[in-house]
């Protein structure tokens, strides 16, 4: 069974890198069949697409975040990152990591999310 | 693509119908295919999406059948033919016709009356 799972620091700063880590286990990251995701959901709202990137390292980023925002993977240590610079209050939301099957558009695999707020 | 569902929020009476509506700005169809590039998911509390309904009308292997996706272009449709207390949740609506660049709706609550 796959799963995703993000892990990193709860709050940070604001004008800071938020830096989270995605961790797959039951699976490998290196499959060709899927690429990886990021979404966030502020509290209450809806759901945002941030980025993703594929198992060659190419990426694309919502044009949105796009000065802001870095996808990079680890295939070897089975994990991909999101860094986020220059960080407000508006980023305060839950983070979320997942699997998308290439061939459908669907996503197969969610993590749990992980709670980041912007605060001093 | 803009993503706008109705209603907001809905209260239904157990064992009755719900009806969630989404538009999106442009048409999620592929002609190429014959495909509406459109999704719902449900979400609980705490918890992260469920996909539900994938081109806008395939139920995803697991889901109850009275949940059930309709419409094409640029109006979709999703209806509980029999509302269950395990449905209450938030229901997102979701396109992928502009991929890699998803959109989703603003979500719709559904309650218990």
């Known amino acids: 069974q796959v799963q995703l799972q993000e892990s990193g620091p709860g709050l940070v700063k604001p004008s800071q890198t938020l830096s989270l880590t995605c961790t797959v286990s039951g699976g490998s990251i290196s499959s060709g069949s899927y690429y990886w995701s990021w979404i966030r959901q502020p509290a209450g709202k809806g759901l945002e697409w941030i980025g993703r990137i594929y198992t060659s390292g190419a990426t694309n980023y919502n044009p949105s975040l796009n000065s802001r925002v870095t996808i990079s993977i680890d295939t070897s240590k089975n994990y991909f990152s999101l860094n986020l610079t220059s960080v407000t209050a508006a980023d305060t939301a839950v983070y979320y990591c997942?699997?998308?099957?290439?061939?459908?558009?669907?996503?197969?695999?969610w993590g749990q999310g992980t709670q980041v707020t912007v605060s001093s | 693509i803009v993503m706008t569902q109705s209603p907001d929020s809905l209260a239904v009476s157990l064992g009755e119908r719900a009806t969630i509506n989404c538009k999106s700005s442009q048409s999620v169809l592929y002609s190429s295919n014959n495909k509406n590039y459109l999704a719902w998911y449900q979400q609980k509390p705490g918890q992260p999406p469920k996909l539900l309904i994938y081109?806008?009308?395939t139920r995803e292997s697991g889901v109850p059948d009275r949940f059930s996706g309709s419409g094409s272009g640029t109006d979709f449709t999703l209806t509980i033919s029999s509302l269950q207390a395990d449905d209450v949740a938030v229901y997102y609506c979701?396109?992928?016709?502009?991929?890699?660049?998803?959109?989703f709706g603003q979500g719709t609550k559904v309650e218990i009356k």
């Open positions: 081109w806008a009308s």
């Open positions: 997942a699997r998308v099957d290439r061939a459908s558009e669907l996503i197969s695999y």
């Open positions: 979701q396109q992928s016709y502009t991929t890699p660049l998803w959109t």
